[in-house]
């Protein structure tokens, strides 16, 4: 039977969309390249999976010295700015956009303390990492920082959630 358009039944629906939608969120991951010379890829990639965590866009790239100093430039005046920027331009890594509810943190906590020591079980640099400087994977900090990140590594048409 119809019973007539209920506009405020409607509203509710849209709120409860737009309310979701918001817990949506995107990080920035790389498997830095002493993760890719492991062959852990693929393992790091499933725990994301795992964890509720899409991957929206993805690629293999190899970093200049240049591109790496570019996306480390918060750290530029840090001791190990340049051993961090040779490392991470040393080799070929994999940059992917994680899409979730509370991706930022989520990533972040499976990806585990940045040093390895410190990290706790299970998580991917307790497991994975060598040391503090190659510690397998990145993650963005905070919104503003993801945005920076994604946005110097993919365009739009890349990113399809
Ligand atoms: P995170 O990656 O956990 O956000 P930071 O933003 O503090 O950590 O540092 C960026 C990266 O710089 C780290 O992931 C690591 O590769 C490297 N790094 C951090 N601290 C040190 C250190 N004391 N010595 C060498 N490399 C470091
Ligand atoms: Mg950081």
Do not use: Q
Request: glycine fraction near 10%; proline fraction near 3%.
């Amino acid at each position: 039977m119809y019973r007539g358009f209920d506009k405020s039944e409607n509203t509710e629906k849209i709120k409860g969309k737009i309310s979701r939608r918001k817990l949506l969120e995107r990080t920035l991951s790389i498997i830095k390249p002493d993760g890719v010379e492991k062959k852990v890829v693929g393992e790091i990639i499933s725990r994301f999976e795992k964890n509720g965590l899409n991957v929206v866009a993805m690629k293999r790239i190899k970093l200049s010295k240049a591109d790496a100093e570019g996306f480390y430039a918060v750290h530029k005046e840090r001791p190990f700015f340049g051993s961090l920027t040779d490392f991470m331009s040393r080799g070929p890594i994999v940059v992917m956009v994680l899409e979730g509810e509370g991706a930022i943190a989520k990533n972040r906590e499976i990806m585990g303390a940045t040093n390895p020591e410190e990290a706790a079980e299970g998580t991917i640099r307790k497991d994975f990492a060598t040391n503090i400087e190659e510690n397998t994977v990145h993650g963005s900090d905070a919104p503003e920082t993801a945005a920076f990140e994604i946005g110097y590594f993919f365009n739009a048409l890349e990113i399809n959630g």
